[in-house]
């Protein structure tokens, strides 16, 4: 998505460690009527498909998959992280370390609000190594739902985790891919 | 706002503790297109109010702020609640208490997304003892932004904070009150 690509180099900050901060439209402040772009590009990516229901993670997730969700006409279920959750039965439950943040967490859904048999799309803001998503995955896996596929915001690729879960047979769209990261340089993958 | 009432008193459960959980549509799921009938009437409630930006504090006030948000055409900020951040003076910050989860975070809103002299609505998802909107107030002070109000979905009024808030002279337009809370009987306050 060029415009995302184009947003990315205009407003992103790299920092050390393979951080981008894209806080002025995505991460912090949220540019609604952007996002609202990103959503229906992620609905045209998917608009052949049958989907009952879109998957997220708190918190930067949320906006991303409202957004498709507006678009879709369908329900969105945000996954909760959490250090000190009172674990129950109602719920599937993955521990998911944090690239980012360097630390792990419970990554929680209710098992209210998924339903075997349903398809679903996962969608999320970054796509690094890839633990969220993994976590995710499984959490699906455990639910008995059917994963249409995944719609990712920004995939730093170099970091490898979008391309392994492809490799295992999973559609993963990701609207901007970083090939190449350095303090003064973004690459993209053509697409 | 009738058809939130309505939901609430279909989907909501009460635990506990005044715990109302709507995770149904609000909390966990999100019921997009009802949530964007919510966004439509906080628009209405402010028409006639020049705003520059939305406020609101993750995780669960992201969607209703969003939804807003696009009919008002404004950007969005949510604020982070994070305790282990690392603070800098980029940040405002603020302590805040949490009824619900029963602790306390700090409340983080980067300087760069605040400016002096813009007008700005704080939207949440909960009022009860109103210590994260006090805390979201408090910040937009030290920013010195306007406030131009307060628009929130669901206000615990036996709790008081929104009846405090307002009694200091800010606008605080609740879409559902309630005035009573047992595990079988919810009473809104008429509006």
Redesign the interface.
Known sequence: MKALEDKILKEGKVFPGNILKV??FLN??????F??EVGAEISRLYKDSRIDKILTI??SG??I???A??HM??????A?KNNSYNLSNDVYCKRVESFTHKNTNNVI??K??LHKGERVLIIDDFLAVGNALVGLLDICREAEVEVVGCAIAIEKAFQGGGDKIRSSGIRVESLAIIEEMTDNTLIFRKQ
């Open positions: 806080g002025s912090h402040q949220l540019d609604v009527a996002l609202m708190e918190t949320i906006a998959a409202f957004a969700a507006c006409n369908l329900p969105v279920v945000f909760k859904v209710s209210e609000f």
